[in-house]
């Protein structure tokens, strides 16, 4: 595929060309990793007993900027995939989606990252991780699209690219740039403790951008883990470990339950929808999509309870739709689901 050479041995993706997100005030930036997940065909069986498996894009921060795209939002994506035909075809998924892909890079030396999920009989999961190392562990800062992530109205982000270097210090860069230009800073740490060196290093790597973030998302096993095994559910435990005075919102996933959340000046809980899962793969992306579609148009949630509750609960039925079909991307809702979903539940 035709493109520009860039530094690291990298080739540009010629740029989304929907004009969707450009030059848009209620951008929503996504940086990290995306990557191909294969997944069995059928539901609760470990993977040396799976008869085959079906491939779908993934990929945390991938997965979000397609959440917002399919909710009616704009998005972009910054990351690495190999110079192969699942990069091109994770590149081209994106457009599909109207995600602006131009801050794509492309790594000639390095494949795009796989991941084998098994879907136990509950419909959660298990990984199993190939990159060794994956291109997305080689973006430069020297490869950032900056002009790309100084429209940002929001910045969002995981804690896997913070792993392993060359990718950690563009993470770093990226967030300051983004800072400076006034963006929103969103952390959802989507832990994954076999990608790290050991538990301390992950919670270390975790923690080290803790207090730059505006929003974060996390979940009641990611309490546990981050605060030592500290009661999740406690609220003097999440305001005085997880709760740093530059945040605006921390909240908190429950799954099925819905979300606890805490500001400076409010704290509460809003309920979730109750579906039968097939998969939860994709439910906090959707979850977190789903908030910052509604954040990215209205920044004053996070002054007004009454908003914000109305933005959790649309955030809550993002992430109950997801979980009714398999795999991530696809089972991304748009806005009109959404607001059925809301309909329904309201009326029964």
Known sequence: MAGNLTTGGTQDHPANTNGKSANNNSLVVCFGELLIDFVPTVGGVSLAEAPAFKKAPGGAPANVAVGVSKLGGSSAFIGKVGDDEFGYMLADILKQNNVDNSGMRFDHSARTALAFVTLRADGEREFLFFRHPS???????????????????????????????PCKSA?????????????????????????????????????????????????EDEITF???????????????????????????????????????????????????????????????????????????LFQDEKRLREALFFANACGAITVTERGAIPALPTKKAVLDALNKFSAS
């Open 135 to 165: 291109a997305d562990m080689r973006l430069h800062e020297s490869e950032l699209d900056i002009n790309l992530i100084k429209q940002a109205k929001i910045f969002h982000y995981g804690s896997i690219s913070l792993i392993e270097e």
């Open 171 to 219: 993470h770093l860069a990226a967030m300051n740039i983004a800072k400076r230009s006034g963006s929103i800073l969103s952390y959802d740490p989507n832990l994954r403790l076999p990608l790290w060196p050991s538990a301390e290093a992950g919670r270390n790597g975790i923690m080290s951008i803790w207090d730059q973030a505006d929003l974060i998302k996390v979940s």
């Open 226 to 300: 981050l605060t030592g095994g500290d009661d999740p559910y406690d609220d003097n435990v999440v305001m005085k470990k997880l709760f740093h005075p530059n945040l605006k919102l921390l909240v908190v996933t429950e799954g099925s339950a819905g979300c606890r959340y805490y500001t400076k000046a409010f704290k509460g809980r809003v309920p979730g929808i109750e579906v039968k899962p097939v998969d939860t793969t994709g439910a906090g992306d959707a979850f977190v999509s789903g908030l910052l579609s509604r954040l990215a148009s209205d920044l004053k």
